[in-house]
């Protein structure tokens, strides 16, 4: 009676499991049967071993993100961030723009420049973000 409660339950679980006999990757549209159920085990095994093969691959690590200094003033300005070049140029030779000299050139991370904008943009409340809209909009009605 134990048995047969566990093949039922079984059943339901194992529906739709690729059938080995054609290896075809169809499903299969029959109920799994007791006669059935070696086939069905064989088929988890395969599964559960490419599935552990899998997980034991190494993983390649992470390299960080190198950009020259064109490569980050293009990257920040792709961001949303206005940038002009030569505000970039002072920023970075005042030591305000994470660097790093490599052959007498600089190099940028991407994940320091990601961190450093993020520090470098400040919250504002919905009365601020009004004011601003509204002194650019006076500002370029005076220029018209």
């Known amino acids: 009676m134990h048995t047969l409660t566990f093949v039922k339950k079984l ?3 194992l529906q739709g499991i690729v059938d080995l006999k054609t290896s075809k990757k ?26 552990e093969l899998y997980l034991k691959k190494p993983l390649e690590p992470v390299r960080p993100q190198r950009l020259d200094s064109n490569g980050v003033l293009n990257y920040i300005n792709e961001s949303g961030y206005v940038y002009s070049t030569s505000k970039f140029q002072k920023d970075t030779a005042a030591g305000k723009i994470p660097c790093k000299k490599f052959n007498n050139r600089l ?38």
């Not at 007791?34 to 490419?50: K, Y």
């Open 11 to 13: 059943t339901v679980h």
């Open 26 to 51: 169809r499903k299969m549209n029959t109920i799994l049967t007791f006669d059935r159920l070696p086939i069905a085990v064989a088929q988890i095994g395969e599964q559960l071993n490419r599935i």
């Open 107 to 144: 190099v940028f991370d991407k994940c320091e420049i990601d961190n450093w904008l993020e520090s470098q943009t400040k919250a504002v409340g919905q009365s601020a973000a009004a004011m601003t809209l509204a002194a650019d909009a006076n500002r370029k009605l005076r220029r018209s």
